[in-house]
């Protein structure tokens, strides 16, 4: 039987609380028997934790997302350390960069701006840092800071992989990537028709350099578009990962789980 592995959830958000139980028999269900859930912060990354001692099929990721930055410590390589020693943790992550401004959001000053950024890239570092000393591969975030991620991902390369999760970036970026040794990894944005540019991506990309994942609760893949992601729905990437590269199913599905395997710890 072709399994498929989920590899960027966040089963410990409040949108799932008190359906965990549901939500891994309905990811089995589908043929699902993996799930990476993954930290956005400090305390995210113990819930996750807690989440993989639960169920056998979860693993954890820990790490602090960038947009939480001004919301961490400014010091956490100790407590990371004391994270990545629990058992079933997979990877560091989500760890990165994110310069988007939201249309909607508070007007903010260009100093607090630059502030942000040199939180940001100071924790992505230390995440790097750690990530290198207990041999570790490192879920990456990017938006809006492509270049600024690769240059500070770069000098790490050649001791830790990363995969570039919910990649909507163009194929020379994802060439750029995979040239490093590293990986990405799609979500169910492959599945929306206007999203030309992560097809062409995925099309791009040679057969054992790409993940699937949901990424939920967010960006349900067709035919859920609009709904609350979860983890059974990374069958419907896989299935039109597979029409667009020309090959069935049973294949995508393989080569994802085997990259899998290969890149988180003890999966």
Do not use: W
Request: proline share 6%; charged share 25%; aromatic share 8%.
């Amino acid at each position: 039987m072709v399994e498929l592995y989920d590899t960027h959830a966040h089963l410990d958000f409040p949108d799932f609380k008190g359906e965990e139980a549901a939500l891994v028999e309905r990811a089995l269900a589908a043929g699902v028997r993996k799930i990476v859930t993954i930290g956005t912060t400090l305390e995210s990354s113990a819930r996750a934790i807690e989440l993989a001692s639960r169920f056998e099929p979860v693993y954890a990721a820990v790490g602090v997302h960038p947009g939480y930055a001004d919301r961490s410590p400014s010091e956490i390589r100790s407590a990371l350390r004391e994270l990545v020693k629990q058992p079933k943790v997979v990877a560091i992550g989500e760890i990165g960069l994110d310069f988007y401004q939201r249309p909607n959001a508070p007007e903010v000053t260009p100093e607090k701006a630059a502030a942000n950024r040199i939180r940001q890239i100071d924790l992505f570092t230390q995440q790097l840092e750690i990530a290198a000393e207990m041999g570790l591969n490192v879920v990456i975030h990017t938006r809006d800071s492509f270049a600024d991620t690769m240059d500070i991902f770069r000098p790490y390369a050649g001791k830790v992989r990363g995969v570039f999760h919910c990649f909507v970036s163009s194929p020379q970026e994802a060439a750029q990537v995979i040239q490093l040794g590293s990986l990405v990894s799609f979500t169910g944005i492959l599945t929306f028709k206007n999203a030309l540019n992560v097809r062409e991506a995925l099309v791009s990309v040679p057969d054992g350099s790409f993940m699937f994942e949901t990424d939920a609760p967010f960006l349900a893949p067709v035919p859920y578009r609009g709904k609350r992601c979860e983890p059974a729905f990374v069958k419907e990437t896989a299935i039109c990962a597979a029409e667009l590269r020309g090959t069935s199913f049973d294949d995508v599905a393989a080569q994802s789980t085997n990259t899998a395997r290969s890149f988180f710890r003890g999966l």
